[in-house]
């Protein structure tokens, strides 16, 4: 056995998510609305001209396999550190190897950082002189959002791309490449996969292609081989792979489904509801996705007639995050009949979609001074009566103006006629205030 034995084995030791990810733009998956050509990140990475970045976005979209594509397509050195296991003594290394690429060679480095959102304002700090000078040039991946999980100073100096997760037909076009690929993929090992088996994978797999390509793997696997030597992957072989049933109904049927029960949300039927709850969980339905719709409905129709329903709908959506399915069906169940049965009332989809409008087209950025940041107004507006005045010291409420000049008289959230609305009402009524 020779040296290139040994690396071949090393090989054929990587995870097929591992063998199939893309070395070129040309190979790479998804994600058109940042490298598509022309775009402006593909025009960057054409021409060696990024600078410091942050890809953001779900498992398995492609983050740190783009990272890898420009290690490959530029002159520049890199080096790969992950956050999790990186200290402030790695990223000095890093920067001091970058200053004498850069001194000696006139060679830039990129510095490629997974689960960046996982090093902490010390780390970030050691960090951010390299990043400005232009020493290294930062490529950070994260599934956190860099605006909430970031330090600011670092994020401010980086370009961010969003990315999205994938389409089911993006997932099942890799499948079938990684079926027939005889160098990365498992076109030597004799496989055949059912169609309606790629099918399974690429839904159940919710945009995740590191997923999709693991449990194919293991499908192909854990599945004996005929007399022939052959292995053939069935939809029963995939349900297995990736623990989770195929659903039951046709596409269609499960939209059918999927709107009858929102419908039945908005239209306090509890028996309706639950039933087509149940239907689209016993056919295999994701869980998650049913208590997402019932969080989203707590505050689009119920919303401010009965706050409490947002607060039942999380506590369902959280119990099921914790205990799983099927017992966390019990409190999808009381979640559902409490939304079903609450007042309703659209009064803050409508204000919300009202504030949007205006946001997007009647935009004054003329904030009332007495409001900006770090001040209470001018000497000037103070001797006009224009100081900022403290609610509490006017028990709670003072009347004082708020929106721009040119919004002023606007008004957004109507209270409704049911529920916690008519207290709502009382309450504004008490204070003075426009109704």
Known sequence: MDLFDFNDNEEKAKPLAERMRANSLEEFIGQKHIVAEGSLLRRAIATDRLGSCIFWGPPGCGKTTLANVIALRTNGEFIKLNAVNAGVADVKRAVEQARDNLKLFNKRTYLLLDECHRFNKTQSDSLLPAIEQGTIIFIGSTTENPYASMTPAIVSRCRVFEFKRLTKEDIVDALHKAIKNRHKGLGKQNVTVDEDAVEHIANVAGGDLRSAYNALELAALTTTPDGEGKVHVTLADA????????????????????????????????????????????????????????????????????????????????????????????????????????????????????????????????????????????????????????????????????????????????????????????????KGKKQ
Request: net charge negative; proline share 5%; hydrophobic share 35%.
């Open 239 to 430: 349900e297995q792979s990736i623990q989770r049933k195929a659903l039951s109904y046709n596409e269609d049927s499960y939209y059918d489904f999927l709107s009858a029960f929102c419908k039945s949300l908005r239209g306090s039927d509890a028996n309706a509801a639950l039933y087509y709850a149940m239907r689209l969980l016993e056919g295999g339905c994701d869980p998650m996705l049913v208590a997402r719709r019932l969080v989203v409905h707590s505050a689009e129709d119920v919303g401010m007639a009965d706050p409490r329903a947002l607060q039942v709908a999380t506590s369902a959506m959280y119990a099921l995050e914790k205990i799983g399915y099927p017992e966390a069906r019990i409190p999808l169940a009381e979640a559902i009949i409490y939304v079903c049965e609450a007042e309703k009332s659209n009064s803050v989809v409508n204000a919300m979609y009202a504030a949007v409008e205006d946001a997007r087209n009647a935009r004054d950025d003329n904030v009332p001074p007495y409001l900006k940041d770090n001040s209470y107004g001018s000497k000037e507006d103070k001797a006009n009566g224009k100081a900022y005045k403290y609610p509490h010291n006017y028990g709670g409420y003072v009347e004082q103006q708020y929106l721009p000049d040119s919004l002023k008289d606007k008004i957004y959230y109507v209270p409704g006629q049911n529920g916690y609305e008519n207290e709502v009402k009382e309450i504004r009524k008490r």
